[in-house]
């Protein structure tokens, strides 16, 4: 997912040359990297922390990311 959005972000300057279809395509690469993320994000947590303060580190995880 990182490398994907990686990709979409570094080269959304290149959607121009394609009109509408290239940057509607860039525009969703990027909205789907952004929504795998969100939902691989908390069983990485899980699994690296465990589940006991699963919540505490998760709300910590996700503050960072939206920040």
Do not use: H
């Not at 997912?1 to 990027?30: A, D, E, N, P, Q």
């Not at 969100?38 to 899980?46: G, L």
């Amino acid at each position: 997912m990182l490398m994907g959005f990686c990709v979409f972000i570094g080269t959304f300057s290149l959607s121009k040359f394609g009109g509408k279809w290239m940057f509607l395509v860039w525009v969703c690469g990027l909205y789907g990297c952004i929504g795998g993320a969100f939902a691989m994000v908390p069983t990485y947590v899980d699994r690296t922390f465990g589940s006991e303060y699963f919540g505490t580190i998760y709300g910590l995880t996700f503050t960072s990311i939206s920040g």
